[in-house]
Structures are given as structure tokens and as C-alpha cells.
Nanobody, 122 residues
Framework: HVQLVESGGGSVQAGGSLRLSCAYS????????MAWFRQTPGKEREGVAV????????TYADSVKGRFTISKANTKNTLYLQMNSLKPEGTAMYYCAADPGYLDECGPSYNYWGQGTQVTVS
């Protein structure tokens, strides 16, 4: 049984910062791909950041590059998303996700998802 639980969302002014956490349990291994997604009602879910289990390589959406940082504390079973210089368009429900990946590639689909945490930037 796999469980992912996001926390750290909230309301912040434009230009401010938040750090999201995703505590995971069950059969999620250090080698798994882990990612953050976000979704606004009526719009498609957007991939925000990915960290690859094999070597820790990170990938970011162009819209957040240079402002967001994804990281993982394997010993704490926790995934993080540090969000700086937040913009109103960053308002969304943020989800963490995990997947075994395929031949050292992450995506496009993820098997396991958290329930989401709301981020509101005003």
C-alpha cells in the first residue's frame, strides 16, 4: 500500500515563498521518479518538477525554472518543493506523485498520487 500526503500549502502574497512537503510511505523506493504537479479548475494538470531516482537529476517546467527547487530526503521519506518568487499564476492545487519509471526515464504517467495541497498567491 502506497500513500503520499502533501502539506505546506497556504496563502501567500506575490513574491513570497512556500515550501511544500510530501511524506510518502509504502513501496516507494529511492529509485522511483518523484514529481510535483499542479492543477487549476478547468485546466489540464501541469507537470512542475521531477526528480529522478537513479541519479537525482531534476527537471523543471519553464514557467518555474529558477524559482522552484525540487528535492528529496530519502532518509525521511519526504519530497519537497521550495517555491520562491511566487506569482498569482502559481495558484493551484499541488500534487506529489511517484512512479517506478521506465529505463531510467520518468513520465509521462505516474502510478501514485497524493491528495493535493492548495496554494493561493495573491
Amino acid at each position: 500500500h502506497v500513500q503520499l500526503v502533501e502539506s505546506g500549502g497556504g496563502s501567500v502574497q506575490a513574491g513570497g515563498s512556500l515550501r511544500l512537503s510530501c511524506a510518502y510511505s509504502g513501496d516507494i523506493y529511492d529509485s522511483y521518479c518523484m514529481a510535483w504537479f499542479r492543477q487549476t479548475p478547468g485546466k489540464e494538470r501541469e507537470g512542475v518538477a521531477v526528480i529522478e531516482g537513479a541519479d537525482g537529476t531534476t527537471t523543471y517546467a519553464d514557467s518555474v525554472k529558477g524559482r522552484f527547487t525540487i528535492s528529496k530526503a530519502n532518509t525521511k521519506n519526504t519530497l519537497y518543493l521550495q517555491m520562491n518568487s511566487l506569482k498569482p499564476e502559481g495558484t493551484a492545487m499541488y500534487y506529489c506523485a511517484a512512479d517506478p519509471g521506465y529505463l531510467d526515464e520518468c513520465g509521462p504517467s505516474y502510478n501514485y498520487w497524493g491528495q493535493g495541497t492548495q496554494v493561493t498567491v495573491s
